[in-house]
Structure formats: structure tokens, C-alpha cells
């Protein structure tokens, strides 16, 4: 059984079970003690030692109520309690496995289905954006009767300012741009006032380079008539004299999937149920259009776009594009602030959207939190893993998609999309969003005045995790979950806020498996794996807690670890002096499960010298005092264990450096969680049907030198000697290790 799959069942903040042995699966056990609360005992600032005075206190008194009898007179009282002070003060059964006995679990394997949910099934990439624009600008479409003053603003150009064909120019330029802030890889593409055969050639085009990467579909009709019912879009024919109508069955046929489309123009509703009608009709034929095809759509069929000229004619793209000038635009108009600042400053907000030391960098920062926060709080999670973590440029126009239903409603029109999400325009978390934008624009005059002022940043996350803090004090499981939990993620990427958003995130952790899983599901595993390349001393401690929780939940990361070479981090955290044993635990605990039936980790550890390291601070553990933690020993010998087993370069490397010898008297200590440890660790040692003999070498003299014979032989002796051990948990260890060694040796 695997180290993950097994810690997802024992480690509990209400369980003090951790199984040493994992490698059988039917043999119940009680024994061990729990990494995370020791990690818990360490974060409290309470010493091992207070802890074991604690328990022998409660054990005294539990004793002195037994003995003396709860019933006797107070005479036989006073008698037993002097006759006390003649008798051994022996304290029994009042270890934490024993405190844990009715809390324990038989070993095997979850059932609950929690462990790997969290990740994305398929990581999708959008490679080509293809952005049709049917503008003709200048000349107004039959079946639309427009008011004066109109909405007029492409892309924050006005298209009347300048000849058309410029301005159409200079439209379709803009709206590139704006998609390559969003991906700068995705290789936008832009038809204007095109035909159909031009239309096809594009989307063959993006189809083609794209292969299995999903495409991006813009159409702005503004300039073309409203969707057919029959689901038709409009285009034009070479002299600019007809409407051409385009079939959305030829559309779907030309891009396939996966794909995501916008359809900015009114009536956008019609093509939305064109689109679920044709997915319907090919659901039982050999189509693929319902794979993966999504929908961005600015209005209901029934409805036109809005035309009042406080907002852009292109309102919805407006939204998806550039969502911080058109959210604050709109706040504007609707803030008291708006007798006393000059609307054009909003133009001149000073940063960049990447840089969040700067006031646009930290307004974009807030944004995501934000539209993160209600989504993640109003979609189902597999719909919220969908939308806002598979695929960097689809999350963010579902983040913005939230704005525009916000705005867009506000002008009684109702963007909709594929998958349909349910209403978030009333969403309480728009109110944080409202004072950030209302600080912003207070500060905007002084320091569009002088560009070298620092802005004051908005108390916004502040906020928010002491919101998280006061769910952590009267939260639970069965209690609805923090709705902050994504902006905790957003909170990771600012120094400032770093540690407070890690301590808050541990002890939400500390809740449960359920908590890590929801952590997991809300998208945390790339930040705290990012958080390994630094080298914040006081960050180590609770990054270490952290993966402990996450890798008791899921051994799967155990790839990514390696992968990004994460295993160093705890091996230097491993092999520092200035942490506490317990501390070390963890860490030792991550190393084991990196290593556990992972051969690259394995392979990873022993070039960044694991085994050395593990055997250094056994050797200086033994003799064990008052100040040894038995939890990291237990560790030290398991994460050896695993990573020498069934790996024959790993115990050439073990056995060369006298691991036999360091490891042996740790078979003699009192806590049999150590011994059992310990004599896993020595039995994996053994060569038991190894990769040398099993790759074919033959003959005594290739498989065995003179050294190794006398090494395994007194591993052997050693493992005989505790045969008779008075723990189950430890003669479990040693029959195991017999039962193999019989199998493999049968002749």
C-alpha cells in the first residue's frame, strides 16, 4: 500500500494514528503517532517535553482514581494513597496510540474518493484566436433603428473620427492587442468586413496550426444584421452590396473542438440555442462539437444591445477585454465621486496590469481575487475547475464574463454563456470590489499630478484574511466553507502578506482531509510548489506543514516534487540543525513519500545524498535521551526504507555507508513504533529477489562480494534477535521480511 493513500486515512486533527508499516494491507494497527500533530504541538510553542509531563500527570491521576477506588471511604482512601509511595510508579497504556485505539482505522486503501478530484483532467491551452469584425462603419443594418446620442466607442476608438476604412483598421489592431495582453502566445488573427470563403480560410487556418489546442472565435456584428432564428451569422459579399448569411453548422465544422466562442451582437442569444441544438442533433451521430465547445454571448435572443452613449457600443467586448478601465468607467458614473474627478483621468491610471506594486497592477490584482471568490462560491467545484483552471485565457474571460453580466445587466440586458452560470451580478463581494475602485479614484488626481507619489494600497486582502481568520475560529466540516479560500491563493503572491495568508492556510489545513481537498480543488498546489525556489527562512517551517498535509492526502504530487526539483528543500530542511526534531519529522515524512514506489525520486534522492544525510542524524540520535523525538526516528527509518526499496543502487550506497550498523540498536529502544521502523528499514536493506539477480546475473561470486554476505547476514541476525518482540507491530515487521525471504528462496 502506498505511503499517500495511507496517511490520507490516518492523519486527521482528531487522530494521533500514523502506521509505520504500509507494505502489507490487511494487518490492522493501532500504534503510532500523528506528524501533523506534532506539527500542531511545535506551532503552539509547546515543547515535546511539556507534552509528556502533561500526559504523565493525566496518567498519575488516572492512576491514583483506579487504585484508590472511586467508591471506598475516605479511610481505605488515605491507606491506598500511602500505600502508593511504596509502589513502582509505572505508567501504562497512556501512549497516543493508545489514546487513538478507538479512533484507529484498519489500513487499506480510501474509499471516499477525495484523492486526486482536485486536479484538472486536461490541461488545455488556447493557441489561435481567430477576430472577426463586421463593422462597416458608416452604414447602419436594416433591422436596427438606433437613438441619438448612440453608443459609438470600438475598442475605445470612435470609428467617426477618422475615414472609415482607417478606423476599421486601427478597430481590428486594437482588439488584437487587447487579446494578446490576455495571451501573448496565442497568435491573434483578424478578418475585417470579411466574406465566407475568407471567414473559412481563416478558421481552416487556426484549426490547422492549433491541432489539439482550443481556438478562440471573436465576431462583432455590430454592422451586419441580428442572427437568424435558423442560426446564422452575417457576413458580406466581395462588393460590400449583400448580406451573406454563414450557417453555425459550417462555423462548428470549420474549428471543431475545442473551441470557445464570443458572439458580441444583439440577439447573440439565437446563436447560443443554435449552437445547443446542433450539439443535440449530433449527440447520437459522429460529430464532436459537444467535446468542448464553450460560449460567450453578449445578450438573451431577445434582446439588443444597449445603445446609451454612457457605454461603449462594444460594451460586452469592452468587458472581456479591458475590464478595469470599463469596470471603473461604470463605477464612475454611479460613485459620488463623480461631481469632483475628471472623468479622462480613468484613461490615465498610472502601472501595468502585471505589476502589482503599481495602482492599475494591484486594481487587476483585486479584480481576480474577486471574480475568483464568486465563482468559486457559486459554481459547482467540477464546473469551477472547468472555467477558471484549465485553461489561462478561458478563466480570464469568465473573470471578466463576470463583470459583464454585472454592467451589462445594469442596462437591462443579459449576457449568457455555454455553460450556462447561474446570476452573480448581486454577489456581495462586488461591494470589496466597489471600495477598491472607489480608493483608487480617490488617489488617481495626485497622482496622475506626480507620477513618483505612492499609492495606498488598498486594505482589501487585510480584510479578507482576517475575514478567513474569524471563519478558522468557529468553522468546520459541516459548517458551509470559507468563501475567502481563493483570495487566500491570490494573498501567496504578495511578500507582504505572505506569511500571515501560510500560518492562516495551515491551520485551515490542520482541519481535515476534507480542508486539504478543498484547498487543493480552489487551486493552491502550484503556489506552494512555486514557494519552494525560495529561500525565506521563516517560510520554511510552514511549507513543510503544508506539504505534510497535502502529501498525507495525495502521494500523487510525489511527480511534481521531483519534477521541479522540490525534494532539496526538504532535504536541506531535513539536515538543519536549528528546527526542532519534530519539525525535521515532517520533513522526513515528505522525503518517504517522495520516494515511495517512485523510482525518479527515488534516483533524485540518492544524487542529492539522502541516504548520507538520514544516516548522520540517526547515528547522532542513538543513544536515545530526553531530547530525541522517537516521531523523527520513526520517519528517518521509514523514508530510508523506501528509498532503498527494490532499488539494488540504493542499498550498495546504504550497506557501503554502514547503514546496518546505525540502524541495529534502534531495534532495542523502548517505543516500538521506532523498532518496528527500524527493522523495516533493515529488511528492505536486504537484496530480496534484487534488481542485480533479477536483471540475470548468476553465479554467488556476481550477485554477492565477501562484504555484502557479512552485512546482510548480520542484518539477518539482528531481525532474528526481535523476533520475540513484545509489540505486534514489530514481530508483524520481522514475519513479513521472513515470508518474502522464504518465497524468494525457495531451492
Given amino acids: 500500500m502506498a505511503l499517500g493513500d495511507l496517511m490520507a486515512s490516518r492523519f486527521s486533527s482528531q487522530s494521533s494514528v500514523a502506521l509505520v508499516s504500509n507494505h502489507y494491507d490487511n494487518f490492522p494497527s493501532t500504534q503510532g503517532d500523528d506528524v501533523i500533530d506534532s506539527a500542531r504541538r511545535d506551532n503552539n510553542s509547546s515543547s515535546s517535553s511539556s507534552n509528556n509531563n502533561n500526559r504523565d500527570r493525566d496518567s498519575d491521576t488516572a492512576s491514583f482514581s483506579n487504585y484508590g477506588g472511586g467508591n471506598a471511604t475516605t479511610g481505605s482512601t488515605v491507606a491506598t494513597t500511602t500505600s ?3 509502589l513502582p510508579q509505572s505508567v501504562v ?3 497516543l496510540r493508545h489514546e487513538a485505539f478507538e479512533a484507529s482505522v484498519p489500513t487499506g486503501p480510501s474509499d471516499s474518493g477525495i484523492v486526486s478530484k482536485w486536479r484538472p483532467k486536461d490541461r488545455m491551452k488556447t493557441g489561435y484566436v481567430a ?6 462603419i458608416g452604414v447602419d443594418p436594416p433591422d436596427v433603428i438606433k437613438i441619438s446620442p448612440c453608443a459609438r466607442m470600438e475598442c475605445w476608438i470612435d470609428p467617426f473620427s477618422m475615414a472609415p476604412q482607417k478606423a476599421l483598421e486601427i478597430i481590428g489592431k486594437s482588439l488584437r492587442n487587447q487579446y494578446e495582453r490576455w495571451q501573448p502566445k496565442a497568435h491573434p488573427k483578424v ?23 482550443r481556438v478562440l472565435f471573436h465576431y462583432n456584428g455590430h454592422g451586419v444584421p441580428k442572427p437568424t432564428a435558423n442560426g446564422e451569422i452575417w457576413l458580406f459579399n466581395k462588393t460590400y452590396t449583400q448580406y451573406i448569411p454563414l450557417p453555425i453548422s459550417d462555423l462548428d465544422s470549420w474549428l471543431r473542438t475545442p473551441s470557445i466562442y464570443v458572439f458580441d451582437c444583439s440577439a447573440a442569444g439565437m446563436i447560443v440555442n443554435a449552437f445547443q441544438e446542433l450539439h443535440d442533433w449530433s449527440a447520437s451521430g459522429s460529430a464532436g462539437s459537444t467535446r468542448d465547445c464553450i460560449l460567450l454571448a453578449a445578450c438573451e435572443a431577445h434582446e439588443t444591445l444597449p445603445q446609451s452613449d454612457e457605454f461603449p457600443a462594444d460594451v460586452f467586448t469592452s468587458c472581456l477585454t479591458t475590464p478595469i478601465k470599463m469596470a471603473l468607467k461604470w463605477f464612475y458614473r454611479r460613485s459620488l465621486l463623480c461631481d469632483s474627478l475628471d472623468y479622462s483621468l480613468i484613461d490615465k491610471i498610472p502601472g501595468r496590469q502585471n505589476d502589482r506594486k503599481t495602482l492599475l497592477g494591484e486594481l487587476n490584482w483585486i479584480f481576480t481575487a474577486v471574480t475568483d471568490t464568486i465563482a468559486w462560491n457559486v459554481l459547482p467545484h467540477g464546473l469551477f475547475q472547468r472555467l477558471f483552471r484549465q485553461d489561462l485565457l478561458v478563466a480570464s474571460l469568465f473573470r471578466n464574463f463576470l463583470l459583464a453580466e454585472r454592467i451589462m445587466r445594469s442596462a ?3 449576457p449568457i454563456s455555454h455553460p450556462m452560470l447561474p446570476p452573480t451580478h448581486q454577489h456581495h463581494m462586488w461591494d470589496a470590489w466597489d471600495m477598491a475602485a472607489e480608493i483608487c479614484l480617490s488617489q488617481l488626481p ?33 459548517k458551509k466553507p470559507p468563501e475567502q479560500l481563493p483570495i487566500v491563493l491570490q494573498v501567496l503572491l504578495s511578500q507582504s502578506h505572505r506569511f500571515r495568508a501560510l500560518v492562516l492556510l495551515g491551520r485551515f489545513l490542520d482541519m481535515g482531509p476534507w480542508a486539504v481537498d478543498l484547498a487543493l480543488s480552489v487551486g493552491i498546489f502550484p503556489y506552494v510548489l512555486k514557494l519552494l525556489q525560495t529561500t525565506t527562512p521563516e517560510l520554511r517551517q510552514i511549507l513543510v506543514f503544508i506539504w505534510t ?13 521531483v519534477k521541479d526539483g522540490g525534494h532539496t528543500y526538504f532535504i536541506r530542511f531535513l539536515d538543519s540543525l536549528e528546527t526542532y526534531p519534530e519539525q525535521r519529522a515532517m520533513a522526513a515524512f515528505v522525503l518517504a513519500v517522495i520516494v515511495d514506489g517512485h523510482r525518479r525520486g527515488q534516483e533524485a534522492c540518492i544524487e542529492a545524498d539522502l541516504i548520507h544525510v538520514c544516516l548522520r542524524l540517526l547515528r547522532g540520535s542513538v543513544p536515545i535521551d530526553t531530547q530525541t523525538e522517537p516521531l523523527f526516528l520513526q520517519w528517518l527509518c521509514l523514508c530510508l526504507g523506501k528509498l532503498w526499496e527494490d532499488f539494488t543502487e540504493a542499498q550498495m550506497v546504504g550497506l557501503q555507508a554502514d547503514a546496518p550498523a546505525i540502524c541495529a540498536p534502534l531495534l532495542l529502544v523502548p517505543q516500538p513504533e521506532v523498532r518496528a521502523s527500524a527493522a523495516f528499514a533493515l529488511a528492505t536493506l536486504l537484496d530480496v529477489g534484487g534488481d542485480v539477480c533479477r536483471d540475470g546475473a548468476t553465479g554467488d561470486d556476481e550477485c554477492y562480494d565477501d562484504d555484502k554476505v557479512r552485512a546482510e547476514i548480520s542484518i539477518i541476525k539482528s531481525l532474528l534477535s526481535i523476533v520475540s518482540d513484545g509489540s505486534p507491530l514489530v514481530r508483524a515487521e520481522v514475519a513479513l521480511w521472513h515470508a518474502l525471504h522464504l518465497a524468494t528462496n525457495r531451492t
Fill in 131 to 136: 477576430l472577426v469584425l463586421c463593422l462597416n
Fill in 549 to 561: 498535509k497535502i502529501l498525507a492526502l495525495d502521494k500523487s504530487c510525489q511527480v511534481d516534487l
Fill in 446 to 478: 495626485s497622482m496622475v499630478e506626480d507620477p513618483n507619489s505612492e499609492f495606498q494600497s488598498s486594505p482589501f486582502f487585510t480584510e479578507q484574511l482576517t475575514a478567513f481568520e474569524v471563519w478558522l475560529d468557529h468553522g468546520s466540516e459541516h
Fill in 191 to 213: 478578418q475585417l468586413d470579411p466574406t465566407v470563403d475568407e471567414v473559412k480560410k481563416l478558421c481552416n487556418t487556426c484549426r490547422k496550426h492549433a491541432k489539439s489546442e
Fill in 93 to 95: 497504556l497512556c501512549e
Fill in 412 to 414: 437591462n440586458c443579459s
Fill in 84 to 86: 502508593m509511595a511504596y
